[in-house]
């Protein structure tokens, strides 16, 4: 072992680094959170990191992106492709794999079939449907990332880790069922549906604030978690809520809804589960 992990493995021991040199890992989105989700992955030296975005760097993301350089060129510079350039500068050890795709696309769906741990980094709550049910389906662990700044003054997000059927995106209800059954509908479902009931709001695909730091204390949180995890220094949190507006990280009590159709129904039963079907449905490959 290199001496680039003395220091880490003083924390976790040479047991806890050698299991993070074995993990692989399947990042969806390649962003605000992503980028600097990425950044910790190469730091404590994984295996593999699988990083998956079909967007393109665009001059709103500069703020925010870790590793993108000014001179990075819009249009012309793939997400993915700068979240891989990143972890290789920083740890050429670490195996990398840009995948330029939407979540609903058949080389997403192999690398999370490959992956050991799977990081979903959203800011819509419907490919994040999406990933928990593949993540369960696989039987795959799932760490969620969510920076929220839901009205002035409220700043903040969470962090919830999903493993072994012990409470998910779902059974925690942390999923918004409107926007998520959005999603799944075509846009002439959407437009019938608009002119029967009006466009709700948020549905404009208007982007809300998103800033850096907020962004960096989500990313520090689930990497702290994915740390503890992998070495064994203990079991994850399954629910952190950070209120950046009180200086404060919360740790939610909330206990999981029983029979939950994804923790309890469908993990680790692909067949039964046909999570392919997304697939199946070509809308859902644009405009995530
Ligand atoms: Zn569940």
Same mark, same amino acid.
């Given at each position: 072992? *290199?001496?680039?992990?003395?220091? *880490? ?14 993990? *692989? ?19 404590? +030296?994984?295996?593999?990191?699988? !990083? ?7 001059? &709103? ?6 590793? !993108? ?9 793939? @997400? ?5 350039? &990143?972890? @290789?500068?920083?740890?050429?050890? =670490? ?10 696309? %058949?080389?997403?769906? !192999?690398?999370?079939?490959? %992956?050991?741990?799977?990081? /979903? ?25 969510? *920076?929220?700044?839901?009205?002035? /003054?409220?700043? /903040? ?9 012990? /409470? ?11 926007? =998520? ?16 009931? +009006? ?16 962004? +960096? ?12 995890? =992998? ?5 994850? &949190? ?19 809804? !029983?029979?939950?159709?994804?923790? @309890?129904?469908?993990? +680790? @039963? ?19």
């Amino acid at each position: 072992m *290199s001496d680039r992990y003395h220091r *880490s493995m003083l924390l976790f021991g040479a047991e806890g680094q050698q299991r993070l040199c074995e993990t *692989s890992v399947l990042l969806v989105g390649a962003g605000g959170l992503g980028s600097p989700f990425a950044q910790h992955l190469a730091l404590l +030296g994984v295996k593999r990191v699988m !990083a998956a975005d079909a967007e393109e760097l665009d001059e &709103t993301n500069r703020n925010r992106f870790v590793g !993108a350089r000014f001179d990075d060129p819009v249009p012309g510079s793939a @997400k993915v492709d700068l979240v891989c350039r &990143t972890v @290789k500068e920083i740890n050429p050890e =670490v195996d990398v794999q840009p995948l330029p795709f939407n979540l609903v696309s %058949a080389e997403v769906f !192999a690398a999370a079939r490959e %992956a050991d741990w799977i990081v /979903g980094c959203f800011d819509k709550d419907g490919p994040r449907a999406i990933l928990n049910e593949l993540s369960a389906v696989y039987d795959k662990p799932y760490i969620d990332l969510a *920076s929220d700044v839901p009205e002035p /003054g409220i700043y /903040g997000g969470r962090v919830c880790v999903s493993l072994n059927g012990n /409470g998910c995106l779902e059974c925690m209800g942390l999923l918004d069922r409107r926007e =998520v059954r959005r999603y799944f509908e075509t846009p002439e479902q959407r437009e019938r549906e608009d002119a029967i009931y +009006g466009i709700p709001q948020g549905a404009l695909e208007e982007k809300g604030p998103s800033v850096s730091p907020i962004n +960096g204390v989500i990313a520090s949180i689930a990497a702290t978690e994915f740390m503890v995890a =992998v070495t064994g220094m203990r079991e994850p &949190t399954r629910l952190q809520e950070y209120r950046g507006w009180e200086s404060k990280v919360l740790v939610s009590k909330d206990e999981p809804t !029983a029979d939950c159709p994804i923790c @309890k129904g469908i993990r +680790g @039963k692909p067949q039964e589960a046909d999570v392919e079907r997304y697939l199946r449905l070509p809308h859902l490959r644009f405009g995530e």
